[in-house]
């Protein structure tokens, strides 16, 4: 049981370049998110999702396009990468139970932008 | 909007001493508050959920407590050790956003032998 994995681990990108995030979890959960960790800012929501074939924006969406085809998959993408998209990229996924369920975390993307 | 603040966003503290990090939130409608903690260069491992009903939960050396109607939460460690040194962050899922987190910065926690 490997939880939730992120591909790749690390990666250097060049403004203006694209590249696609992977989020694979092996949990059977309904809901997937995509967050982003800057120093001083926390952890901020980019886009989630509540099930295969829905998505939704989360605080700080523009810039970032997500899929969901497969329910164990979230992808992230960036289609033209600009320095402030430099950050470090957590994916989770938690079930559908609001009141009682946590969300269970990948072990992050750290992505730079030159 | 939820804002969710924690202080102090740093403490060091020598091993063996009882700790209390803290976590203020300003929407009391909220379904859940969570504790997280990170190590570095890591991903978020939760440490305790307590319901918008709840009080308090435990978890071995941790207390977790809420009190709803104040928006404040707090984390104590018991007999703290070199291997509690982590941040640890503290989030609210609301009934305006579901089961969307929004988190705190953060108190990083390093605990000298």
């Known amino acids: 049981n490997a939880g939730v994995t992120q591909t790749p681990k690390f990666r250097v990108l060049k403004t203006g370049q694209s590249m696609t995030l992977l989020c694979a979890q092996d949990?059977?959960?309904?809901?997937m998110y995509w967050y982003r960790q800057d120093p001083g800012m926390g952890l901020r929501l980019i886009h989630y999702?509540?099930?295969?074939?829905?998505?939704a924006k989360g605080e700080v969406p523009d810039g970032y396009n997500v899929s969901r085809l497969k329910k164990q998959n979230f992808l992230l993408g960036l289609e033209s990468a600009a320095p402030s998209q430099t950050s470090v990229y957590f994916c989770?996924?938690?079930?559908?139970?609001?009141?009682?369920?946590?969300?269970?975390f990948g072990p992050g993307t750290r992505l730079t932008v030159l | 909007k939820q804002e969710v603040t924690q202080i102090p966003a740093a403490l060091s503290v020598p091993e063996g001493e009882n700790l209390v990090l803290n976590c203020s939130f300003t929407?009391?409608?909220?379904?859940?508050l969570q504790w997280f903690r990170q190590d570095p260069g890591k991903g978020l491992t939760s440490l305790l959920l307590?319901?918008?009903?709840?009080r308090e939960q435990t978890s071995g050396r941790l207390n977790a407590s809420l009190d709803k109607s104040s928006g404040r939460s707090t984390l104590y460690i018991a007999a703290s050790q070199p291997g509690d040194s982590a941040t640890y962050l503290c989030?609210?899922?609301?009934?305006?956003?579901?089961?969307?987190?929004?988190f705190g910065e953060g108190t990083q926690l390093t605990v000298n032998p």
């Open positions: 989770a996924s938690s079930r559908r139970n609001r009141l009682a369920d946590t969300q269970y």
């Open positions: 949990m059977n959960h309904e809901y």
């Open positions: 999702s509540v099930g295969e074939g829905t998505t």
């Open positions: 929407d009391s409608a909220i379904y859940n």
């Open positions: 307590i319901q918008s009903s709840q």
């Open positions: 989030a609210v899922s609301g009934e305006t956003s579901g089961s969307r987190l929004t």
